[in-house]
Nanobody
Framework: VQLQASGGGLVQAGGSLRLSCAAS??????YGWFRQAPGKEREFVVA??????STKYSDSVKGRFTISRGNNAVYLQMNNLKPEDTAVYYC????????????????????WGQGTQVTVSS
């Protein structure tokens, strides 16, 4: 089973991008997005439980980013992008429904996709 992340690119500040995370099978019920900027540790962005639609957002993206469900996939709509959003974005997933308190922990996920680069110019 694989995860495929796509949709990254170069955009000006204030612009938008939509990332996709597609699974090769209907295995996963919790999806998360994390990002890692150069020289920084990987950080949580957003997560979604497919079972009930519960979501968890980091404070830095709340109100600007939206995660939504697809068919064996999730999408991350990123609006009003800022230069500090520049990072490699990683999609992660788990085959079980994670509780909200652990959805932001990268070690809670057992599958990871390759990263997709998002660059926001000022």
């Amino acid at each position: 089973v694989q995860l495929q992340a796509s949709g990254g690119g170069l955009v000006q500040a204030g612009g938008s991008l939509r990332l996709s995370c597609a699974a090769s099978a209907s295995t996963f019920v919790t999806y998360g997005w994390f990002r890692q900027a150069p020289g920084k540790e990987r950080e949580f962005v957003v997560a979604r439980r497919q079972s009930d639609g519960s979501t968890k957002y980091s404070d830095s993206v709340k109100g600007r980013f939206t995660i939504s469900r697809g068919n064996n996939a999730v999408y991350l709509q990123m609006n009003n992008l800022k230069p500090e959003d520049t990072a490699v974005y990683y999609c992660a997933a788990h085959s079980r429904t994670l509780i909200l308190s652990v959805m932001a922990l990268d070690n809670a996920y057992d599958f990871w996709g390759q990263g997709t680069q998002v660059t926001v110019s000022s």
